[in-house]
């Protein structure tokens, strides 16, 4: 079956702008995340969704950056008014939702961001 | 809180031969999983192999193995018989158990970056 699907692929920017990132996981898969690979700090965990909520927010850098998800399946990724620090790779990643215990994340292959 | 330490930036193996990554971490928890992620240039991050803390078995996978050493906190990766395709990044990752059918994020090293030579 098809995997994580992220758009768009790369994407440039003016600072001081705003930026939508999207994610398909993989359908079935409730459990998503969203995290940023960056080579200063390397690949960090930004939010969680469980369904179409966020147990855990913990990792999102500031209060420009917001997510959601709707229908339990796709989430997109917002940044507003951009900054040079928020370029990264931005992975999403999906998983069942076990009850047995923990599960598989997948991959997608990632949002490049660049903030001019 | 969790870390995970690689201590190898880069590394490179000739063809066929055997090769070792090292990953350190530190934790209190009891209950928690370990990871390895391989990621090549197309940034698409592959699971490569999975452990249970629970468990002593060292996991493997076909030529991917892992050397679990719980008391000492290290959790290093074996590649034999490596194949061009094997260079990559390579991550370790931490994660926490859970409970009650939630799930928990990953907690990444820095990676090591494995070259393959023909």
Known sequence: GAGVSQSPSNKVTEKGKDVELRCDPISGHTALYWYRQSLGQGLEFLIYFQGNSA???SGLPSDRFSAERTGGSVSTLTIQRTQQEDSAVYLCASSLDGAGGV???YFGPGTRLLVL | AQTVTQSQPEMSVQEAETVTLSCTY???????????????PSRQMILVIRQEAY??????????SVNFQKAAKSFSLKISDSQLGDTAMYFCAFMKGVYGGSQGNLIFGKGTKLSVKP
Do not use: G
């Not at chain 2, 928890?29 to 990621?39: G, M």
């Not at chain 2, 468990?55 to 991917?64: D, G, H, L, S």
């Open chain 2, 26 to 40: 530190d934790t209190s928890e009891s209950n928690y999983y370990l990871f390895w992620y391989k990621q090549p």
């Open chain 2, 55 to 64: 468990k002593q078995q060292n996991a493997t996978e076909n030529r991917f």
């Open chain 1, 55 to 57: 147990p855990d927010k």
């Open chain 1, 103 to 105: 599960e598989t994340q």
